[in-house]
């Protein structure tokens, strides 16, 4: 079983910026790790994953060009890294990891572990 820690959050102004980690008791070695976020009322939607092999990295349009995924240095963890913050970027941000095959990093039905998540809140 494999148990993931996200921390982090907090709250900031908007123009403000964030780094969010991840933590996982494995190494993320040949994994997909995936940033999701959920705000009140709202669907989990994608927001950034990488390809811990292959360091490919994908965004979700919202946060293209302000949002960074990176592997640490250590091989279990994972940062996204947040600028140019908004007011609608509150939400709980989770981690998420896979070992096995995806039918896309966006699905978050695909991945098998989640962390606790990690509250993001942006005030104008």
């Known amino acids: 079983q494999v148990q993931l820690v996200e921390s982090g959050g907090g709250l900031v102004q908007a123009g403000g910026s964030l780094r969010l980690s991840c933590a996982a008791s494995?190494?993320?070695?040949?994994?997909?790790v995936g940033w999701f976020r959920q705000a009140p009322g709202n669907e989990r939607e994608f927001v950034a994953a990488?390809?811990?092999?292959?360091?490919?990295?994908y965004y979700a349009n919202s946060g293209k060009g302000r949002f960074t995924i990176s592997r640490g240095n250590a091989e279990n963890t994972v940062y996204l890294q947040m600028n140019s913050l908004k007011p609608e970027d509150t939400a709980v941000y989770y981690c998420?990891?896979?070992?096995?095959?995806?039918?896309?990093?966006?699905?978050?039905?695909?991945?098998?572990?989640w962390g606790q998540g990690t509250q993001v809140t942006v005030s104008s």
């Open positions: 494995n190494r993320f070695s040949r994994s997909v």
């Open positions: 990488i390809n811990w092999r292959t360091s490919s990295t």
């Open positions: 998420a990891a896979d070992w096995g095959s995806l039918r896309s990093v966006a699905f978050g039905s695909d991945y098998d572990y």
